[in-house]
C-alpha cells in the first residue's frame, strides 16, 4: 500500500470517549483525597485475601498428595498380604516355615482398625528380610477354615511355626508387630562371655 490508511470515524469515537473517560475519573480522584487511602487500603486487603487463597490451595494439595502417597503405600503393603481361602490356607501354613495370619471380620471396626498396621508390618518385615510370611483369613467368608485355625474372636492374630500355632501377645501398632514377630522369628542371640567362646 502506497498511502497508509485513514483512521476511520469509529476509531476516532472510541479514541475521544476513553479520553473524557480518564480524564472524568481523574477529576473524581483529585476532587476526592480520601478515596486514594481507600482505594490503597482496599488493594491491601484484596492482595492479602489472594495470598491467604493461595496458601489454603497449596496446603490442600500437598495433604491431597500425602493422602494419596499414604494410599499407594497402604496398597502396596495390602498386596504383600497374602489372602487365605479355603483351597490354599493348609498348603500355606504347612509349607511355609512362619507364618502370621490376621483372622478378621469385614464388619469389626477392630478389624478394620489393625488392617492397615498389619500391611504396614508386613511391608517393614519384607524390606528387613523376614522370612515371616504375612497371611489375613475373612473368617466370616471361610467360617470352616477358621475353625481349623482355632479364629474366634476378631480380630485374631496367629504365628505359625511349622504348622504349630501360638497365640499373638503385642500390642496392635506396626511398630510393635514387628518386634513381636521379629523376636519370634529372629535368629537367637547367644551371649559370649569369653574370647574363647567366641572362637
Known amino acids: 500500500m ?3 490508511r485513514k483512521p476511520t470515524s469509529r476509531f476516532l469515537v472510541l479514541t475521544l470517549i476513553l479520553l473524557l473517560l480518564l480524564s472524568f475519573s481523574m477529576n473524581n480522584n483529585a476532587s476526592d483525597p480520601t478515596s486514594s487511602e481507600d482505594d ?3 488493594l ?3 492482595l492479602a485475601l489472594d495470598e491467604q487463597e493461595d496458601q489454603q490451595q497449596e496446603d490442600q494439595e500437598q495433604e491431597s498428595s500425602s493422602r494419596f502417597s499414604e494410599a499407594e503405600v497402604l496398597s502396596k503393603a ?5 489372602e487365605l481361602n479355603s483351597d490354599n490356607s493348609e498348603r500355606v501354613i504347612d509349607e511355609n516355615e512362619f507364618v502370621l495370619v490376621l483372622g478378621y471380620a469385614p464388619w ?3 478389624s478394620a482398625e489393625l488392617m492397615p498396621h498389619f500391611a504396614e508390618a508386613a511391608t517393614s518385615l519384607k524390606e528387613l528380610g523376614s522370612p515371616l510370611l504375612m497371611a489375613k483369613l475373612d473368617a466370616e467368608r471361610y467360617p470352616k477354615v477358621a475353625s481349623l ?3 474366634k474372636g476378631f480380630p485374631t492374630l496367629l504365628l505359625f511355626v511349622n504348622g504349630t500355632s501360638q497365640a499373638y501377645t503385642g500390642r496392635f501398632s506396626a511398630e510393635e508387630i514387628v518386634i513381636w514377630a521379629r523376636k519370634k522369628t529372629g535368629v537367637p542371640v547367644i551371649r559370649i562371655s569369653t574370647m574363647t567362646e567366641a572362637d
Open 2 to 4: 502506497l498511502f497508509p
Open 40 to 42: 490503597s487500603d482496599d
Open 44 to 46: 491491601e486487603q484484596l
Open 78 to 82: 495390602q498386596r504383600i498380604v497374602l
Open 108 to 110: 469389626c471396626v477392630r
Open 149 to 151: 485355625l482355632e479364629i
